[in-house]
């Protein structure tokens, strides 16, 4: 603050360090000029003349020298008075402006969060997670969100190291150090390419016949799969959605898909579906996060928007 510096004065140390008594006489002198005189500020300041002179010469003291010209002449601002006026409203105006910050942080979500979902959803999987930071975003916040698409098998792994405070996707595990909450269920069909032999039977192909034939499989465990996949001819695997739709199109391999990924394919007469009523399977959806009692606000909060997107309740 200009002219708030260590000085002497008649051998007393001068204004170094702000304290409250500081602030308080500062808003005195504000106040005084602000009434244009001592006489006039009385009734603001709610104390007498002689009192209000005497915060002014305490004042003076502690900066060492003279602020205002005061007496039968009238008041008026000395040249350094003027300059500490200006002064003394950009440090009372931060001060409040502080003080608003302090009580907004009370309530205010602070921090990063960061998510990692299973790439390849559904829009409308995709348009509830969007839901859901549109709602996170319209609290008291002050959050940096970073979002990863990551394949089914990191999840997990990404979620138990700490790299991510939340995962969306299937899992097969039950990791007792994560909390599960199932959110929605993805229909996954078995397809063939209009390349393969079996094109023009897809639709109602026998498991048996399905089974003789190569497969492409994911190179991580699938959950809750009702079909006998350990006799079939696995012969490829993928990690992600595109290039397990590579090997299909191939020509060579069968392999499962979401119902959602494959129907442009399908539309184009690229891919049919083997037999859509036994060979299926529907993983569900969970939003993942680590077991802790301490877990964060800003956590609970998107967790909290989350459930309201998927219109599920909050004690779900």
């Known amino acids: 603050m200009t002219g708030l510096t260590h000085r002497h004065h008649r051998g007393k140390t001068m204004l170094n360090t702000l304290s409250s008594l500081d602030l308080r006489l500062i808003r005195v002198f504000r106040a005084v000029v602000d009434a244009g005189g001592i006489s006039a500020a009385q009734s603001t300041l709610n104390v007498s003349q002689s009192t209000i002179s005497n915060q002014l010469a305490a004042l003076e003291t502690r900066l060492g020298y003279r602020l205002c010209e005061r007496g039968r002449a009238g008041f008026a601002l000395t040249a350094k008075g003027s300059q500490l006026l200006n002064a003394s409203r950009q440090l009372l105006d931060a001060a409040e402006a502080f003080c608003v910050e302090a009580r907004q942080l009370e309530r ?3 921090g990063q969060l960061r998510i990692g ?31 990863s698409m990551l394949a089914p098998g990191t999840l997990e792994e990404t979620l138990i190291n700490g790299e991510i405070h939340m995962g969306i996707g299937y899992f097969w595990h039950r990791a007792p150090s994560l909390q599960y909450l199932p959110l929605f269920t993805e229909h996954q069909l078995a397809y063939c390419s209009q390349e393969h032999p079996l094109f023009q039977q897809a639709g109602n192909m026998p498991v048996e016949e399905a089974a003789r034939h190569d497969w492409a499989w994911r190179s991580y465990p699938l959950p809750d799969i009702p079909l006998p996949v350990e006799n079939w001819r696995i012969t490829a695997r993928a990690d992600n959605m595109e290039a397990m739709a590579v090997l299909i199109l191939s020509g060579h391999h069968l392999g499962f898909l979401p119902e959602h990924f494959a129907r442009p394919m399908v539309e184009q007469g690229l891919l049919r579906a083997l037999n859509p009523t036994l060979l299926c399977y529907h993983p569900t959806f969970h939003m993942v996060t680590r077991q802790n009692s ?6 609970r909060a998107f967790m909290q928007d989350l459930l309201a997107a998927h219109q599920l309740p909050p004690s779900h």
């Open 108 to 110: 205010k979500l602070v």
């Open 294 to 299: 301490r877990q964060s606000e800003v956590i």
């Open 117 to 147: 979902v299973v790439g390849h959803t559904t829009m409308r999987a995709h348009a509830r997670l969007s839901e859901t930071i549109r709602r996170f975003r319209q609290r008291e916040e002050a959050v940096e969100l970073v979002l």
